[in-house]
């Protein structure tokens, strides 16, 4: 839960513990990074993409870099890119994406993406 990004008090609430017991815990699972602020329901930034597309979010950054994304809805001050999931969504079913039909990823490249993610061993 910590490396999903949940804050510490809730993983403890969670597991009906302490704060401290659940740092001690997963201390040596770190490093674990802090989420920017979080967004509204209804609004995603570039991971929140990447868990709908359930791809990685550099891949999510790659196809920003390289015009895939649509363009985002608006800037926070912070100059942090966002979209709605409606945006999303839409981009989803029209933005030439395939699905993978193992894993349900939204991918540029099927044949790209089962020989990477789903190679026989
Ligand atoms: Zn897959």
């Known amino acids: 839960m910590r490396r999903a990004g949940s804050p510490v008090a809730d993983i ?3 597991s009906s513990t302490s704060a401290a017991r659940v740092l001690a815990a997963t201390r040596s699972a770190g ?6 602020p979080t967004l509204p329901n209804g609004v995603v ?3 929140g993409i990447a868990r709908m ?13 390289n ?6 809805d608006w800037t926070t001050a912070a ?3 966002v979209w709605l ?5 839409l981009w989803l079913t029209t933005g030439g994406l395939a699905t993978c039909p193992t894993c349900g990823a939204h991918v ?11 190679r026989p061993c």
């Open 12 to 14: 403890a609430a969670a």
């Open 31 to 36: 490093p674990f990074y802090r989420r920017g």
């Open 45 to 47: 930034g570039v991971a």
């Open 53 to 65: 597309c359930q791809v990685p979010t550099p891949t999510v950054l790659r196809w920003r870099r």
């Open 67 to 72: 015009g895939r994304l649509p363009a985002p």
């Open 79 to 81: 100059h942090r890119p």
């Open 85 to 89: 999931t409606s945006t999303i969504e």
């Open 108 to 118: 540029l490249s099927l044949p790209r993406h089962i020989g990477v993610m789903h």
